[in-house]
């Protein structure tokens, strides 16, 4: 095979526009013939394309198409990020490289017959048949019939072939030769799984004579007069030219040049707002849907239609957990409906251009687009960027095939409103070469690519994984250091609107400080809005020997050189269940924020669309006494234009003080006032809330017993020795103690960009022992009628300690107070994890509810989509089930919680303390955790299979806890989340209603 050479494919046709036509089309999608070689070398020339029989002892199989063959059960997927799992030599492919050949034997459709070989009517007239790859992984040779077709590259872009005179009626042999890597792989190096095959469709279709066989629209508006305009280049060869129709306008005209259309509604993302058109000649009718906009950037702001815009983004990758890279429409519109449903505004196709249909969806559903080009050469950074096929002119024409291909293909979607350039591909000639080429043929949209260094050939400034605190002096076009000159290209750059292209590094538990982030993009128009990396975690499902699914990573195929489950980093799982983080984004993004406040009797309401009113907003209120609505109703919806606020007054039922044990909660919803194509109406679009926090009730304490087992303080026995749970309501129980670690999540084990020189959180915990703390009995005595147990926990190696007062006092035979005092004692270096209290009982534990903050769980620096209520928890919802576990299981602001387990129920009340305090690290109340398993064992599991329940309830109430950060990928936990070691104390009533005969 011809696969190592810095070109484009070979004998394709040039790129054109995706066009829904009346002419004939023919799937060749299905079942086709398959066999694999170990390498080109090995790959047979035994004239398979074209034999009558292909002999299964010769390798033959049968694959689907579209399909990835290493997921159709030959050979392996592999997952690697920024390294080449292959020497860095390029052209050269690695020696070891599968090879796939397909083959199909088809008839052409009676429909497509008039185009079909030199007899076809249409074929002598100059209509031809034409054979499209939209998607080959990673280059193919094609033949038809014995006959060379042509080549690809770009695994993600369409190649179309002119097959008219290879092309016959009945038993055409299609044969397509593919090599999983190729020259082509320097350029697609993206993070993600190696994925070889046709995983996208194969079509045949006729291009008429006289036909159009490219045509582009351009929509515009004017925003000051609200007059639109088409701009109009048809290819076409029939005499009379093309005609343009766009029916709802009264618009027939000759598709060429522009035509003014006078008054338009504008698209938006908010409001996408499309007009059906056709362009057609008397043989070929083409469809479109146009969206009326104008993108232009006025001092360093990003304006769509003459007003800002805020990109509310995501980085979509094309995942499928069985299948790969293959597209579903199904799938996709469910996944672009549930970001609609997030607040999600704009998607960026990392790093390459999607399926086509997913841009008619963007354009119908309203996102505002990035698409990217199909070029990431990442893997030349490790080795200083030297020969980066960005630099060298050899690689020109690769370039600057792919940019026209990615942008002709989708030249006409709304949507799009930036090309990017592609993703992490250093800098250099060939880059500047595809930003002149995309701004000489479509000044239309801007250029996007975080790579240039300078933006001296871009059109927007884009950063990945900025800090805030830099991504706020760059909105105060503070670029330039202090003290610094400022060059021209400094100066050319604060003229840009600035965009994080990546940021909010969706890994595992995370990503925390997204809140930060939103506020500083409020305050500064320059920035234009930022991308959450990423949607969907790409976790690979495997069924194993006994038929069980797994989600597998980079490691778990066997790979040699991977990044093992750097590639589990998204809002939704590889199965789309939204990840707690996605409640998180629409929180903080959303379009409209709600501030209410108890005592001013008044609701803040932000309008913070961009384009739309209010008027398809409901807003409503209820009050929440202790777990009880009390009262609820409507509120009216003020008269607001985009980017506005008003205050609304609330009525006297909403504010007026109830006495209550626990809470009194002030909850506001924005909802859907009709249906919207994405969501039905009553869909909530937000919500806001204010908490006042009840005056609980201490109750009466009798003094505690000694017995002849120990030690009882209502239904706690204690240990005479240690203090020690023994039982607890008579089910075995352990603790307390003082707990100081978590489970790592995958931001613990990262360092954070910026600390760089420290190890990272989770390294910083283990080598301060507090994953193995351990402790002392100081005293156990009876005082006052209470039980009084000191302790001392500490990390092994270390003095720094945390001191503990347990002081028991019993209530009732069900009921016992236990009074927790926490202080640190010598030098404590090391944040903490959390500062909590542990115990354990002989018990599963089969659902929680509690009153704090919830359903989902959240950390300091998360949370904003978790709201205070009264939530019931299934056993299953305790802990999320992430690819890699990890500890995401708190849920904070508890002020009271029943534990059901096999034995009976366990409730949790905080009757007094610092974590009343609404000021506590945290906010008022604990942070409650109950696992099915100890904390050791989660962090010893690499997947989500081996998280074993034990049969017991491991719970934890924080008093602290430490935020989660970023540090995957950017900043760590931001200073104000770190958990210092500090005094804490807490009061709490445990209620048991237990039978020690089940356990469960
Ligand atoms: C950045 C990549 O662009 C993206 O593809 C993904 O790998 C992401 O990181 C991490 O998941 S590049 C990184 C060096 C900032």
Same mark, same amino acid.
């Given at each position: 095979?011809?696969?190592?050479?810095?070109?484009?494919?070979?004998?394709?046709?040039?790129?054109?526009?995706?066009?829904?036509?009346? +002419?004939?089309?023919?799937?060749? #999608?299905?079942?086709?013939?398959?066999?694999?070689?170990?390498?080109?070398? /090995?790959?047979?020339?035994?004239?398979?394309?074209?034999?009558?029989?292909?002999?299964?002892?010769?390798?033959?199989?049968?694959?689907?198409?579209?399909? /990835?063959?290493?997921?159709?059960?030959?050979?392996?997927?592999?997952?690697? !990020?920024?390294?080449?799992?292959?020497?860095?030599?390029?052209?050269?492919?690695?020696?070891? !490289?599968?090879?796939?050949?397909? $083959?199909?034997?088809?008839?052409?459709?009676?429909?497509?017959?008039?185009?079909?070989?030199?007899?076809?009517?249409?074929?002598?007239?100059?209509?031809?048949?034409?054979?499209?790859?939209?998607?080959?992984?990673?280059?193919?040779?094609?033949?038809?019939?014995?006959?060379?077709?042509?080549?690809?590259?770009?695994?993600?872009?369409? /190649?179309?072939?002119?097959?008219?005179?290879?092309?016959?009626?009945?038993? !055409? @042999?299609?044969?397509?030769?593919?090599?999983?890597?190729?020259?082509?792989?320097?350029?697609?190096?993206?993070?993600?799984?190696?994925?070889?095959? =046709?995983?996208?469709?194969?079509?045949?279709?006729?291009?008429?004579?006289?036909?159009?066989?490219?045509?582009?629209?351009?929509?515009?508006?004017?925003?000051?007069?609200?007059?639109?305009?088409?701009?109009?280049?048809?290819?076409? #060869?029939?005499?009379?030219?093309?005609?343009?129709?766009?029916?709802?306008?009264?618009?027939?005209?000759?598709?060429?040049?522009?035509?003014?259309?006078?008054?338009?509604?504008?698209? *938006?993302?908010?409001?996408?707002?499309?007009?059906?058109?056709?362009?057609?000649?008397?043989?070929?009718?083409?469809?479109?849907?146009?969206?009326? $906009?104008?993108?232009?950037?006025?001092?360093?702001?990003?304006?769509?239609?003459?007003?800002?815009?805020?990109?509310?983004?995501?980085?979509?990758?094309?995942?499928?957990?069985?299948?790969?890279?293959?597209?579903?429409?199904?799938?996709?519109?469910?996944?672009?409906?549930?970001?609609?449903?997030?607040?999600?505004?704009?998607?960026?196709?990392?790093?390459?251009?999607?399926?086509?249909?997913?841009?008619?969806?963007?354009?119908?559903?309203?996102?505002?687009?990035?698409?990217?080009?199909?070029?990431?050469?990442?893997?030349?950074?490790?080795?200083?960027?030297?020969?980066?096929?960005?630099?060298? %002119?050899?690689?020109?024409?690769?370039?600057?095939?792919? =940019?026209?291909?990615?942008?002709?293909?989708?030249?006409?979607?709304?949507?799009?409103?930036?090309?990017?350039?592609? !993703?992490?591909?250093?800098?250099?000639?060939?880059?500047?070469?595809?930003?002149?080429?995309?701004?000489?043929?479509?000044?239309?949209?801007?250029? /996007?690519?975080?790579?240039?260094?300078?933006?001296?050939?871009?059109?927007?400034?884009?950063?990945?994984?900025?800090?805030?605190?830099?991504?706020?002096?760059?909105?105060?076009?503070?670029?330039?250091?202090?003290?610094?000159?400022?060059?021209?290209?400094?100066?050319? @750059?604060?003229?840009?609107?600035?965009?994080?292209?990546?940021?909010?590094?969706?890994?595992?538990?995370? %990503?925390?400080?997204?809140?930060?982030?939103?506020?500083?993009?409020?305050?500064?128009?320059?920035?234009?809005?930022?991308?959450?990396?990423?949607?969907?975690?790409?976790?690979?499902?495997?069924?194993?020997? &006994?038929?069980?699914?797994?989600?597998?990573?980079?490691?778990?195929?066997?790979?040699?050189?991977?990044?093992?489950?750097?590639?589990?980093?998204?809002?939704?799982?590889?199965?789309?269940?939204?990840?707690?983080?996605?409640?998180?984004?629409?929180?903080?993004?959303?379009?409209?924020?709600?501030?209410?406040?108890?005592? $001013?009797?008044?609701?803040?309401?932000?309008?913070?669309?961009?384009?739309?009113?209010?008027?398809?907003? @409901?807003? *409503?209120?209820?009050?929440?006494?202790?777990?009880?609505?009390?009262?609820?109703?409507?509120?009216?919806?003020?008269?607001?234009?985009?980017? *506005?606020?008003?205050?609304?007054?609330?009525?006297?039922?909403?504010?007026?003080?109830?006495?209550?044990?626990? +809470?009194?909660?002030?909850?506001?919803?924005?909802?859907?006032?009709?249906?919207?194509?994405?969501?039905?109406?009553?869909?909530?679009?937000?919500?806001?809330?204010?908490? @006042?926090?009840?005056?609980?009730?201490?109750?009466?304490?009798?003094?505690?017993?000694?017995?002849?087992?120990?030690?009882?303080?209502?239904?706690?026995?204690?240990?005479?020795?240690?203090?020690?749970?023994?039982?607890?309501?008579?089910?075995?129980?352990?603790?307390?103690?003082?707990?100081?670690?978590?489970?790592?999540?995958?931001?613990?084990?990262?360092?954070?960009?910026?600390?760089?020189?420290?190890?990272?959180?989770?390294?910083?915990?283990?080598?301060?022992?507090?994953?193995?703390?351990?402790?002392?009995?100081?005293?156990?005595?009876?005082?006052?009628?209470?039980?009084?147990?000191?302790?001392?926990?500490?990390?092994?190696?270390?003095?720094?300690?945390?001191?503990?007062?347990?002081?028991?006092?019993?209530?009732?035979?069900?009921?016992?107070?236990?009074?927790?005092?926490?202080?640190?004692?010598?030098?404590?270096?090391?944040?903490?994890?959390?500062?909590?209290?542990?115990?354990?009982?002989?018990?599963?534990?089969?659902?929680?509810?509690?009153?704090?903050?919830?359903?989902?769980?959240?950390?300091?620096?998360?949370?904003?989509?978790?709201?205070?209520?009264?939530?019931?928890?299934?056993?299953?919802?305790?802990?999320?089930?992430?690819?890699?576990?990890?500890?995401?299981?708190?849920?904070?602001?508890?002020?009271?919680?029943?534990?059901?387990?096999?034995?009976?129920?366990?409730?949790?009340?905080?009757?007094?303390?610092?974590?009343?305090?609404?000021?506590?690290?945290?906010?008022?109340?604990?942070?409650?955790?109950?696992?099915?398993?100890?904390?050791?064992?989660?962090?010893?599991?690499?997947? +989500?299979?081996?998280?074993?329940?034990?049969?017991? &309830?491991?719970?934890?109430?924080?008093?602290?806890?430490?935020?989660?950060?970023?540090?995957?990928?950017? %900043?760590?936990?931001?200073?104000?989340?770190?958990?210092?070691?500090?005094?804490?104390?807490?009061?709490?009533?445990?209620?048991?209603?237990?039978?020690?005969?089940?356990?469960?």
């Amino acid at each position: 095979m011809d696969i190592a050479r810095p070109g484009p494919g070979t004998g394709a046709l040039a790129p054109r526009a995706r066009l829904r036509t009346d +002419a004939p089309e023919q799937s060749l #999608d299905g079942t086709w013939s398959f066999r694999v070689s170990p390498s080109p070398r /090995h790959a047979p020339d035994d004239g398979w394309e074209v034999a009558e029989r292909l002999d299964p002892s010769d390798g033959w199989t049968t694959i689907p198409v579209p399909s /990835h063959w290493v997921l159709e059960g030959h050979g392996a997927p592999a997952y690697s !990020n920024v390294q080449f799992p292959f020497p860095v030599d390029p052209p050269f492919p690695p020696e070891d !490289n599968p090879v796939g050949d397909h $083959r199909l034997t088809f008839d052409v459709d009676a429909d497509l017959l008039p185009w079909v070989g030199p007899q076809g009517a249409d074929a002598i007239a100059g209509g031809r048949a034409l054979l499209r790859f939209d998607g080959v992984e990673s280059a193919a040779e094609i033949t038809l019939n014995g006959t060379w077709v042509g080549s690809t590259r770009g695994s993600r872009l369409t /190649h179309e072939f002119d097959v008219t005179a290879l092309l016959r009626p009945h038993g !055409n @042999r299609l044969a397509v030769r593919v090599a999983q890597f190729s020259d082509a792989s320097y350029l697609e190096d993206q993070d993600m799984w190696w994925l070889p095959g =046709i995983f996208r469709s194969v079509t045949l279709l006729a291009a008429p004579s006289g036909g159009v066989p490219d045509v582009w629209v351009r929509a515009d508006l004017d925003p000051q007069t609200g007059l639109g305009s088409l701009t109009v280049t048809a290819r076409t #060869d029939a005499p009379g030219g093309a005609v343009l129709r766009v029916p709802e306008l009264g618009v027939q005209a000759p598709a060429d040049g522009v035509i003014p259309v006078g008054a338009v509604e504008p698209w *938006s993302a908010e409001h996408p707002r499309l007009y059906e058109a056709t362009v057609s000649t008397p043989t070929e009718t083409v469809r479109l849907r146009l969206g009326f $906009r104008r993108v232009e950037v006025r001092a360093a702001v990003l304006l769509v239609n003459g007003a800002p815009i805020r990109l509310a983004g995501v980085n979509r990758h094309e995942h499928h957990p069985e299948r790969g890279r293959v597209h579903d429409l199904a799938w996709a519109r469910a996944e672009l409906l549930a970001m609609k449903q997030h607040n999600i505004n704009a998607i960026r196709t990392s790093h390459y251009p999607p399926h086509p249909e997913l841009l008619e969806l963007t354009d119908e559903l309203g996102f505002w687009v990035i698409l990217e080009n199909d070029l990431e050469t990442h893997g030349f950074e490790l080795e200083g960027w030297q020969r980066n096929p960005s630099d060298d %002119p050899v690689w020109r024409e690769a370039y600057l095939d792919r =940019i026209a291909r990615t942008v002709h293909r989708d030249k006409n979607h709304a949507s799009i409103v930036m090309w990017s350039l592609g !993703n992490e591909a250093g800098t250099g000639c060939n880059l500047e070469a595809t930003a002149r080429w995309v701004h000489a043929f479509d000044p239309s949209r801007l250029v /996007h690519y975080e790579g240039d260094p300078q933006s001296t050939y871009v059109d927007v400034y884009s950063q990945m994984y900025a800090p805030p605190d830099e991504v706020e002096a760059i909105g105060g076009e503070l670029a330039v250091p202090p003290g610094e000159d400022v060059t021209a290209a400094q100066l050319h @750059r604060r003229t840009l609107p600035y965009l994080q292209c990546e940021y909010a590094h969706a890994m595992g538990h995370g %990503p925390g400080g997204l809140v930060e982030y939103e506020e500083i993009f409020d305050r500064y128009p320059r920035i234009a809005g930022a991308f959450v990396w990423e949607w969907v975690e790409h976790g690979l499902a495997v069924v194993d020997e &006994s038929g069980r699914r797994t989600l597998t990573y980079g490691g778990d195929h066997g790979e040699r050189v991977h990044d093992g489950n750097f590639v589990i980093d998204g809002l939704v799982s590889p199965d789309r269940e939204p990840r707690p983080a996605l409640l998180d984004v629409k929180a903080v993004m959303a379009p409209v924020r709600l501030r209410p406040t108890l005592v $001013r009797d008044r609701v803040a309401v932000e309008n913070r669309y961009d384009a739309l009113d209010l008027s398809h907003v @409901r807003l *409503s209120w209820s009050r929440t006494v202790d777990g009880t609505v009390v009262a609820s109703g409507d509120l009216p919806v003020p008269e607001l234009g985009p980017r *506005s606020s008003a205050d609304v007054a609330l009525p006297d039922a909403a504010g007026d003080p109830v006495p209550s044990r626990v +809470a009194d909660v002030l909850t506001v919803l924005a909802v859907l006032a009709d249906d919207a194509p994405w969501a039905a109406a009553g869909h909530e679009l937000a919500f806001g809330e204010d908490v @006042r926090v009840g005056r609980p009730v201490v109750p009466p304490t009798v003094p505690v017993l000694r017995g002849t087992d120990g030690w009882s303080a209502g239904p706690a026995l204690l240990d005479p020795l240690t203090g020690d749970l023994l039982t607890l309501g008579g089910v075995a129980a352990q603790g307390p103690t003082v707990g100081l670690w978590r489970a790592p999540t995958d931001n613990d084990r990262a360092r954070a960009w910026a600390e760089a020189d420290l190890p990272s959180w989770s390294e910083r915990w283990e080598q301060a022992g507090l994953d193995r703390a351990v402790r002392r009995v100081l005293d156990v005595a009876e005082r006052d009628g209470a039980l009084v147990v000191r302790t001392r926990t500490a990390g092994p190696m270390h003095a720094a300690a945390i001191d503990a007062t347990w002081t028991w006092r019993a209530v009732s035979p069900t009921a016992v107070l236990l009074d927790v005092d926490l202080e640190p004692v010598g030098r404590w270096e090391v944040p903490l994890a959390r500062l909590g209290i542990d115990l354990v009982l002989d018990a599963a534990p089969l659902g929680l509810r509690v009153a704090g903050r919830g359903p989902q769980p959240s950390a300091p620096d998360t949370g904003a989509g978790a709201r205070t209520g009264w939530h019931q928890l299934d056993a299953d919802a305790l802990l999320v089930p992430h690819v890699r576990p990890q500890e995401q299981a708190a849920r904070p602001g508890t002020l009271a919680a029943v534990l059901r387990t096999a034995a009976g129920t366990l409730g949790i009340d905080v009757v007094g303390g610092d974590p009343l305090h609404p000021r506590a690290p945290g906010g008022p109340g604990l942070a409650v955790t109950v696992l099915p398993l100890d904390r050791a064992d989660l962090a010893a599991a690499r997947h +989500a299979h081996e998280v074993r329940a034990d049969g017991r &309830s491991h719970v934890s109430l924080d008093l602290g806890q430490s935020g989660v950060g970023t540090a995957t990928c950017g %900043p760590g936990v931001l200073p104000r989340y770190v958990l210092h070691a500090r005094p804490a104390s807490v009061r709490l009533l445990l209620t048991v209603d237990l039978d020690p005969q089940v356990r469960g």
